[in-house]
């Protein structure tokens, strides 16, 4: 294959993903408590991100489509549409694997999961709405108006109901900085019974020794697979001392505050992993690897655009793109 | 006896694994978009030389140069 002028870049920017990749796996240290498992991020995150880019960018194009009725801009929408589909599935099969390392499982229907889950059906929809009507024009204003209502919907899904959700086990807190994660408070005389993630957490007793406060929590994992008991402590300043893990999973107990006099605590599941991005070598990978998989996603939607701007020349209103 | 999943070897075989097929799919990539390009061209010129104005001539009834 002989190479063009104009190729330059698109062989630095060849360069430079296989840079991530062997950064990623030999130049960035281990993340505690995961392994090497745990590298996945510094693709999984990205990519997720510039999800949704490309979902907004198509939004952006229908907008103006339904503005200028200029079809070159339907045909952007679609082209970045589909690319915006094509890393929504990247980030879920990356995320999946992450899952099964982390919490035993590749799908537990965890909030995170099933709102990725829903965005990718939502997408899937708009491309079947477009092979299901004839009339091009109207194919075009049908699927724009539709694609403008996807937009609205995607940055709920992909970044307020995980965030929202309690239950999520999904590690905002853990892996984004400034992200801020409450935990559960629990009672002796209340509200015993809490979920952290999909497990449930029944508070058993609280008892001061020395200076450390233990909690006794008994701890149900989904769908009852294992029940165990951890006991989780606080040291006399106030911080965490011993953090159990959960049964089968590399996730900790956290006990944040206790009151021994009042019976009340509150407790937390802590991610391994944590500040990760506060290594200086990690940072910088992640960071070209945001660079890198930004510019491919460029680079596949102008090849999907140019492609889809000949069908249209070609036989203007007689394909369904 | 080492196998491609001790511990030691398994990262180099991951990474190996994502690097060969990050360069497959960037010279398939490669490929197509010098493809799309050909494609593109030829039909704007296609398109230029199709657009050009037609030869012109005038048929009257007149037949008093004759």
Not at chain 1, 119 to 139: G, H, K, M, N, W
Not at chain 1, 228 to 256: H, I, Y
Not at chain 2, 49 to 54: G, I, L, V
Request: include cysteine; charge should be neutral; glycine fraction near 6%.
């Amino acid at each position: 294959m002989a190479l063009r002028k104009g190729d330059g870049l698109k062989i630095f920017l060849g360069l430079w993903i296989a840079a991530v990749i062997y950064t990623m796996f030999l130049v960035v240290p281990q993340y505690v408590g995961l392994g090497d498992a745990g590298r996945i991020i510094i693709v999984h995150v990205p990519v997720a991100w510039i999800t949704s880019a490309a979902f907004c960018l198509s939004a952006i194009y229908s907008i103006i489509y339904l503005w200028k009725r200029n079809p070159a801009s339907d045909v952007a929408a679609v082209a970045a549409a589909e690319v915006g589909t094509l890393y929504c599935i990247f980030a879920t099969i990356t995320g999946s694997i992450f899952a099964e390392v982390v919490w035993g499982t590749f799908w537990n229907w965890d909030p995170r999961e099933t709102s990725i889950l829903v965005l990718l059906l939502i997408y899937a929809a708009y491309f079947a709405l477009r092979s299901s009507v004839d009339d091009s024009e109207r194919r075009r204003r049908l699927a724009a108006v539709y694609n403008i209502f996807a937009a609205v919907t995607m940055p709920f899904l992909l970044f307020v109901a995980p965030r929202v959700a309690d239950s999520t086990l999904h590690p905002n807190c853990a892996f984004l900085q400034g992200s801020k994660c409450d935990g559960i408070s629990l009672s002796l005389t209340g509200a015993k019974i809490g979920q952290l993630g999909d497990v449930v957490i029944e508070f058993k007793s609280l008892v001061k020794t020395g200076t450390l406060t233990h909690a006794t929590i008994e701890v149900r994992m989904p769908g009852m697979k294992n029940i165990a008991t951890l006991v989780p402590s606080l040291d006399g300043d106030g911080k965490p001392a011993d953090r159990p893990e959960f049964p089968g999973q590399q996730f900790r107990m956290v006990l944040l505050e206790a009151d021994a006099t009042a019976g009340t605590i509150r407790v937390n599941m802590q991610a391994p992993g944590t500040n990760l991005l506060s290594n200086p070598r990690t940072l910088w990978v992640f960071l070209a690897s945001n660079l890198g998989f930004l510019a491919l996603a460029f680079w596949l939607y102008k090849i999907r655009r140019t492609i889809l701007q000949v069908q249209l020349t070609l036989t203007p209103g007689e394909i369904n793109i | 006896m080492t196998t491609i999943l001790d511990a030691g070897v398994a990262i180099y075989v991951a990474m190996s694994t994502a690097l060969i097929v990050w360069v497959g799919v960037f010279f398939y990539l490669l490929r197509i978009d010098h493809a799309t390009q050909d494609v593109a061209r030829q039909l704007n010129e296609r398109t230029s030389s199709t657009d050009a104005p037609a030869p012109r001539a005038t048929i009257t009834n007149d037949r008093s140069a004759e």
